[in-house]
């Protein structure tokens, strides 16, 4: 009866092996993901685990990077948001106050430093509406430019309400 192994040790050693392969196999799929700096031959298993999980930490701080790098580039709070004079100003698009006190008229447009183009269109949109431009400047602070237009309307219509 010692000859023969009971059931129970059989099925041990079937569901052990079935545990190796099946180990075996991630570890081949774990080592096809990871890229090698040496020979694939030459590395033991425990070399190839560890492998595995430094370039898994390289990959979660290069997504850390990226993500930092999507929110700077989407004008998040934290990377867009600048205080001029008490207030926040968002750089995510243009923004332009206008305000005019009898004949005069003052423009104030607020970009950031890749929007530039928007200056010289005011300017020419101005010069379609036989607006005489008395004083035009700007100042930089931080990623945004405040550029403010001092003009004099004259013709007594107002171009603000055509």
Known sequence: MENNPSPSKVDRKFIERNRRNQMKTLFRKLNSLVPHQRSRESISLPDQLE??????KKLQINA?????KKN???????SNGRMYGG????????????????????????????????????????????????????????????????????????????
């Open 64 to 68: 850390e990077k990226l993500k930092d």
């Open 51 to 56: 492998e595995a999980a430094e370039y898994i």
């Open 87 to 162: 207030k926040s100003v968002g750089l995510k698009s243009p923004r332009i106050e206008i305000q005019q006190m009898g004949s005069a008229l003052e423009v104030v447009l607020i970009t950031g430093l890749d929007s530039q183009f928007m200056f010289s269109e005011i300017i020419r949109v101005l010069g379609e509406e036989e607006v005489d431009i008395v004083n035009a400047s700007y100042k930089v602070i931080g990623d945004a430019v405040f550029h403010s237009i001092h003009c004099q309307v004259s013709h007594l219509t107002s171009i603000l309400h055509k």
């Open 72 to 78: 700077m580039l989407l004008g998040n709070e934290r």
